[in-house]
Nanobody, 119 residues
Framework: QVQLVESGGGLVQAGGSLRLSCAAS????????MNWYRQAPGKQREFVAT???????NYADSVKGRFTISRDNIKNTVYLQMNSLKPEDTAVYYC?????????????WGQGTQVTVSS
């Protein structure tokens, strides 16, 4: 049973930084993309950042230049370094990993970690 455990959320003042981590364990095989999403109160979940198995990255326009996604393939962990945080970054952040086994594809989500940015 694959589990994703997130950590690193918390309360920070505007302009501050946080680093989120998401460690995958249990039945891990071929991890493809590793992603971060977020959901603010009253809003739909939105894409934040993605990193492919070979390290290519892509970001939502709202976080470009401030957030950096990275991964450790030995530890099966994805990170999100968040700098210059703004109150509008306040949300629950979710990690998501996609794996494949032959032609079968699998999609897993973390439980979410709260990030609150005060003005």
């Amino acid at each position: 049973q694959v589990q994703l455990v997130e950590s690193g959320g918390g309360l920070v003042q505007a302009g501050g930084s946080l680093r989120l981590s998401c460690a995958a364990s249990g039945g891990i095989f071929n991890i493809d993309d590793m992603n971060w999403y977020r959901q603010a109160p009253g809003k739909q979940r939105e894409f934040v950042a993605t990193i492919t198995s070979i390290g290519s990255t892509n970001y939502a326009d709202s976080v470009k230049g401030r957030f950096t996604i990275s991964r450790d393939n030995i530890k099966n962990t994805v990170y999100l370094q968040m700098n210059s945080l703004k109150p509008e970054d306040t949300a629950v952040y979710y990690c998501n990993i996609k794996m494949h086994l032959g032609p079968l594809k699998y999609d897993y989500w973390g439980q979410g970690t709260q990030v609150t940015v005060s003005s």
